[in-house]
C-alpha cells in the first residue's frame, strides 16, 4: 500500500469521525429546532405585525416587512436585505407565532439594527448563504479534468490535476469564509435573543428553552460550516480510495 494510499485513508478516517460527531449535535440541534416549531406562543399578532413592532421600537422604520415570495421561501428562507432594507419572512413565518419563527424574525431584526450601527461584515454575512453552494462544484470539476485530460493526452495527468486543485479551493473557501462572518452571525443570534427576552411574551421556563435554541442555532452553523465543506472531500477521497483498493485486490 503507497503513502499517498494510507494519507488518503487516514484523512477519510479522521474525517468520519468528525462527521458522526458533527451528526450527533446537528441531530440534537434540528430536534430542539423542531420541538420549538410546534411550540406556540400566547401572543395576539402573528409574526410579521410583531416584526414590524420590533422595528418601530428600534428607530428602524425606514426597513419594510415583506412576505417572501415563492422561490425565496423554497430555496433562500427568512432573509434580511441589506440593499433595500427589506426583511423577507416566508408566509408560514409571517403568519403562525411560534417560538421559532418569533426568534427567526428577532435575529432579522437584529441583523437590520447592526446594518443600521454600521457594524462591518452585514453584507459579507449576507453573501453567505450563495457561498455555502460553492463546494459541491468539486465533482464536476474533477469530472471535467478528466474528461479533458482524457481527450486531449488519452491518460490522466495535469489537467486532471488543476481542475482538482481549483475544486479543492471552491471546496475549502466557503469554509474560511463561513468562519471569517461567524462571528457577525453570532452577534445577530445575540442581538436577536436579547430582543425576544426583552419583549416579556416567555415565562422563565420558556426564557431558559429559548436560551437553549439561540444556542442551537450557533452549534448549526459551526456544523454546517464544516458539513457543506467537508463532506463533499470526504465522499471524493471516499471514492478515490476505493478505486485504489480495488485495484490493490485485482493485483
Known amino acids: 500500500?503507497?503513502?499517498?494510499?494510507?494519507?488518503?485513508?487516514?484523512?477519510?478516517?479522521?474525517?468520519?469521525?468528525v462527521f458522526l460527531v458533527a451528526s450527533g449535535v446537528r441531530s440534537y440541534a434540528n430536534r430542539i429546532t423542531r420541538w420549538f416549531n410546534w411550540k406556540k406562543l400566547a401572543i395576539d399578532k402573528p409574526v410579521s405585525e410583531y416584526t414590524r413592532l420590533l422595528l418601530d421600537e428600534n428607530g428602524l422604520e425606514d426597513v419594510e416587512v415583506v412576505r417572501a415570495k415563492w422561490y425565496n421561501t423554497l430555496f433562500i428562507g427568512n432573509t434580511y436585505k441589506v440593499k433595500t432594507k427589506t426583511i423577507r419572512l416566508s408566509w408560514l413565518t409571517g403568519r403562525r407565532p411560534t417560538a421559532t419563527h418569533l426568534a427567526s424574525a428577532c435575529r432579522l431584526v437584529g441583523l437590520a439594527k447592526m446594518h443600521a450601527e454600521g457594524v462591518k461584515g452585514v453584507r459579507a454575512l449576507q453573501a453567505n448563504r450563495w457561498?455555502?453552494?460553492?463546494?459541491?462544484?468539486?465533482?464536476?470539476?474533477?469530472?471535467?479534468?478528466?474528461?479533458?485530460?482524457?481527450?486531449?493526452t488519452e491518460s490522466i495527468g495535469m489537467i486532471s490535476l488543476v481542475f482538482a486543485i481549483i475544486g479543492f479551493v471552491f471546496t475549502l473557501f466557503p469554509f474560511i469564509y463561513a468562519i471569517a462572518v461567524g462571528k457577525v452571525e453570532f452577534r445577530a443570534l445575540n442581538e436577536g435573543q436579547e430582543i425576544i427576552l426583552n419583549m416579556g411574551l416567555l415565562d422563565e421556563s420558556e426564557e431558559k428553552?429559548?436560551?437553549?435554541?439561540?444556542?442551537?442555532?450557533?452549534?448549526?452553523y459551526r456544523i454546517n460550516t464544516i458539513f457543506n465543506s467537508f463532506e463533499i472531500i470526504y465522499f471524493v477521497l471516499y471514492g478515490i480510495l476505493s478505486v485504489v483498493v480495488k485495484g490493490v485486490f485485482k493485483r
Do not use: E, R
Open 1 to 17: 500500500m503507497s503513502g499517498v494510499t494510507i494519507a488518503i485513508l487516514v484523512v477519510v478516517g479522521v474525517l468520519f469521525l
Open 131 to 152: 457561498i455555502q453552494g460553492f463546494p459541491i462544484l468539486m465533482l464536476p470539476l474533477i469530472i471535467i479534468g478528466l474528461i479533458v485530460d482524457l481527450i486531449a
Open 209 to 220: 428553552k429559548m436560551k437553549k435554541l439561540f444556542s442551537a442555532w450557533k452549534h448549526l
